[in-house]
């Protein structure tokens, strides 16, 4: 499997502009989360989502932040305006139902590296 | 609200050193523990589950234990090399999805 795909890698936009980051999740799994890391922060859940449902988007920042899962295979996370404080990775991550959450391991893409400037 | 905190943020050994990283979690509450590593510029890559119910997993040089009512984990590695130079971070699964730490950087010094 070509394990959880996201895109771009890298994006560097300017304050006010809209970003859209793209996930791919593993086929057949039916979590998918959307995490961001910071220095200060660490790791933080933002949203996830099970059989493309959202469960829980209470790490979601500001309303400027929005996630969706239109299928399966397809998820984004957007920032509307952005602003220098978004700069951030952004991890999506996925994993199968068996068990739910618990006792599954949870497979990372790696990430997209946003700058906003 | 669950808190993950590791200790220490950072370490450099030599190479062929036994090391201990240590986690700690405020609700003992979980259903697993779960250790990663972060090499730079990369995503998380699963290294050990641990099992509420289990209190220790193995896997190579890698030996992580649970001690779930003292809100505890430590992962062990034996005979470390410079390619386990990386950033490792312990995460819970209790009523939430996973909660990570801040992760120890890890420097082996050839």
């Known amino acids: 499997d070509a394990g959880v795909i996201q895109s771009p890698r890298h994006e560097v936009t300017e304050m006010g502009q809209e970003v859209t980051l793209r996930c791919k999740p593993i086929s057949g799994h039916d979590y998918l989360f959307w995490y961001r890391q910071t220095m200060m922060r660490g790791l933080e859940l933002l949203i996830y989502f099970n059989n493309n449902v959202p469960i829980d988007d209470s790490g979601m920042p500001e309303d400027r932040f929005s996630a969706k899962m239109p299928n399966a295979s397809f998820s984004t996370l957007k920032i509307q305006p952005s602003e220098p404080r978004d700069s951030a990775v952004y991890f999506c991550?996925?994993?199968?139902?068996?068990?739910?959450?618990?006792?599954?391991?949870?497979?990372f893409g790696e990430g997209s590296w946003l700058t906003v400037v | 609200k669950q808190e993950v905190t590791q200790i220490p943020a950072a370490l450099s050994v030599p190479e062929g050193e036994n090391l201990v990283l240590n986690c700690s979690f405020t609700d003992s509450a979980i259903y697993n523990l779960q250790w990663f590593r972060q090499d730079p510029g990369k995503g998380l890559t699963s290294l050990l589950l641990i099992q509420s119910s289990q209190r220790e997993q193995t896997s190579g040089r890698l030996n992580a234990s649970l001690d779930k009512s003292s809100g505890r984990s430590t992962l062990y590695i034996a005979a470390s090399q410079p390619g386990d130079s990386a950033t490792y971070l312990c995460a819970v699964v209790g009523n939430t999805p996973l909660v990570f730490g801040k992760g120890t950087r890890l420097s082996v010094i050839a």
């Open positions: 991550a996925s994993s199968s139902r068996t068990g739910g959450l618990v006792g599954n391991t949870i497979y």
